[in-house]
Nanobody
Framework: QVQLVESGGGLVQAGGSLRLSCAAS????????LGWFRQAPGKEREFVAT????????YYADSVKGRFFISRDKAKNTVYLQMNVLKPEDTAVYYC?????????????????WGQGTQVTVSS
């Protein structure tokens, strides 16, 4: 089994920054791709960013490119999402997810394991 626990969410003003963390435990994560998704009220869950097991490959949704940065610390089994220049439309519950196949997919079905989510609220 795999467990993912997100933290770091909160309330921030527009233009501010937050860093989300996702601690992974259970099976070995060194071959997994890890991703971040988000879901705003009344909307479908959407892809935000993903990172390869080595950390050498990353991919971002166009809506966050240049503002959000994903990274991982394999020694700590943790993935991070640094979010800068936050906008009210970034308000959502953010979820961490693990893809054991390491495909760097942007689709929800490509991820087998999910965290419980952490709320990010950006005020205008």
């Amino acid at each position: 089994q795999v467990q993912l626990v997100e933290s770091g969410g909160g309330l921030v003003q527009a233009g501010g920054s937050l860093r989300l963390s996702c601690a992974a435990s259970g099976r070995a994560f060194t071959t997994y791709a890890l991703g971040w998704f988000r879901q705003a009220p009344g909307k479908e869950r959407e892809f935000v960013a993903t990172i390869s097991w080595s950390g050498g490959w990353t991919y971002y949704a166009d809506s966050v490119k240049g503002r959000f940065f994903i990274s991982r610390d394999k020694a700590k089994n943790t993935v991070y999402l640094q979010m800068n220049v936050l906008k009210p439309e970034d308000t959502a519950v953010y979820y961490c997810a693990a893809d054991p196949r390491g495909t760097l997919t942007t689709t929800l079905t490509g991820y087998d394991y999910w965290g419980q989510g952490t709320q990010v609220t950006v005020s205008s």
